[in-house]
């Protein structure tokens, strides 16, 4: 059976919702779950739950990283921050993957400090998922993938073609997409267009029969869903994913606007409500299920701050198929293949 | 009186949406128009349109750069190409700014060719104006300027700060904002988050009286409007730029998506017309006028491709806006400043 260890202290919503999560979860006996974080304030919500001692544990941390903490700072002062002890759990072998609505930095800093990263890896990446138009192809779902979305500011052509690999490879596992494709986001669509780095990682992408490279993508093929991975540096990605953020506000601005304006707006407004909701639950960034880091030999999933008890139940639940689904060892093969060709 | 030169040539919607344009403008008695291109397509137009001639001449050039065709080769091997001819015009005296709805990059090139990059200016930029939320207030138009979007991919400090000076000393003038807001878009607002060009340039902007220079946004700040002026690489501006291209029209594809789902939804769109009709229009590239290329001794409006009527007659009104403010004169004034400065 695989265990996930769960960060109870860092999100927004507090212990009590990731406890209630974790204890759902245990009730479907299907993965073991260790809640780490402060016992005086787990117990109280565990009393009043429902849910299966043999796949739920605790393990005390006395302290956590609050999330406006710089990370490097409190890791160092705070040795029994929960993020430590469940990045330690795991990499001793008493868990199989690690959950965190936590601080993100400080979720990156901890998996560097106890879990190795891949052979063949040159950077780890932080990778988040958006939504994409509705579409019904070969993939069923209206999401993509965008990484690095911040781990590392910069990325050269081997950090960029290993992006892609884990990418690739994540994709495969957890959306059950045999052949995701992968593209190079760019300033167009020709594979001599971009920044040297991504020319370079294009040629040597379009070489690789392993992965489904579609080539460059531009800044409005995003939305449209054109590419399941699409692969960039960590600044790009961080300044996209924060404008993909916004654009729902936007709409919802613009929803709020109309309401205002004028009575036959509001009254469309008022038929067009199953549509906004619908919508409203497309942009739901709590219902993906988190953001993995990947590069390392254990998975981490960093749900998002604000992520409600679903989230984190399926922030858990994309921990395990990736365990299940040995998404490390099928990363490990792909880049160790490569760095043998190298 | 102030002269534009229009390239006629160039726009998707062809020759004859150009002339009208500038007859219609000429009837106005404010600035002149020389209108380049194929006579032999110019005249029969001009022929069945009003116009005051005071106002409007011909300039023959009997070569044209299409749109797909490579700039580089298509000015090397075409010397009578209506932006080069264009470009010639201004940089003789014989017209004051050029305007043009044809090939991007040829018109760039064509500026470097005949213009002279002011002194102090690093390297020049292609700004663009984008719709942000509505607001009322300091600013009266719910637009803001992004650059570069393309003329140089990666930029260094003294670029950014460059860039800046030139959006500020543009949204000042064309705007009518005596004191327009400029960020730099990076990866947090802190002044420390960024790649190392960005806080070095950070730090300089901080430090100059002569700007509102506000600090960093994020991406998820460009749509609220929060800075006039978005200071950036012309690699990211690219991507920016074409994903808030997507914006619009994912908006409108899950209108239609919902226009098709239900009868209710189509009913409540319906009536919601009026608002679409609004969003339509604020998302309608061709009422903006255009994009300026900035950093040479005369003014070069780049409109969109698939410009209208309306938005040629628009891009023409700018440039001569940008003339009798004497844009590249503040422009000039600022950086000289600067670079004594240095």
Redesign the interface.
């Known amino acids: 059976m695989a265990t996930i260890a769960l960060d109870a202290m860092g999100g927004d919503e507090g212990t009590a919702t990731a406890v209630l999560a974790a204890a759902e979860l245990s009730l479907a006996q299907d993965a073991g779950i260790i809640i780490v974080g402060d016992q005086a304030k787990i117990d109280p919500v565990l009393k009043r739950a429902r849910y299966d001692g043999g796949y739920l544990s605790v393990q005390h941390a006395s302290e956590f990283v609050g999330m406006d903490e710089s990370p490097k700072e409190a890791l160092r002062s705070k040795p029994d921050a929960s993020i430590l002890v469940g990045a330690r759990l795991v990499a001793e072998g008493s868990a199989d993957a690690l959950v965190s609505a936590g601080n993100t930095g400080a979720c990156i800093l901890a998996c560097a400090k106890h879990f190795q990263t891949l052979p063949g890896v040159p950077r780890t990446a932080l990778a988040a998922v958006f939504p994409t138009?509705?579409r019904r192809g070969v993939k069923d779902d209206p999401f993509s993938l965008i990484l690095d979305v911040?781990a590392t500011?910069?990325a050269d052509a081997d950090t960029l073609v290993a992006f892609a690999q884990m990418g690739s490879a994540y994709a495969s596992c957890i959306s059950n997409n045999p052949s995701p494709k992968v593209a190079l986001?760019?300033?167009g669509e020709e594979p001599y267009k971009?920044?040297p780095e991504i020319v370079a990682a294009n040629a040597i992408l379009s070489q690789d029969p392993r992965i489904n490279f579609i080539g460059n993508i531009?800044?409005?093929?995003?939305?449209?869903g054109r590419a399941d991975v699409v692969v960039t540096s960590?600044?790009?990605g961080?300044?996209?994913?924060?404008?993909?953020?916004?654009?729902s506000?936007?709409?919802i601005?613009?929803a709020k606007?109309?309401y205002r304006?004028?009575l036959?707006?509001r009254?469309?407004?008022?038929?067009?409500r199953?549509?906004l909701l619908q919508?409203k639950e497309v942009t739901d960034w709590r219902q993906y299920g988190g953001a993995p880091i990947l590069g390392f030999d254990h998975l981490c999933i960093k749900a998002h701050g604000r992520s409600n008890q679903r989230a984190l139940a399926n922030a858990i639940k994309v921990a395990h198929k990736g365990v299940r689904n040995d998404l490390c060892g099928r990363i490990s093969a792909l880049l160790e293949e490569r760095s043998d060709e190298a």
């Open positions: 138009e509705l911040g500011l910069t986001l760019s300033n971009g920044l531009e800044g409005v093929d995003l939305t449209r960590g600044f790009t961080n300044v996209v994913l924060k404008m993909l953020e916004g654009m506000e936007t709409v601005d613009l606007y109309a304006s004028k036959t707006w009254a469309g407004l008022m038929m067009l199953g549509g919508l």
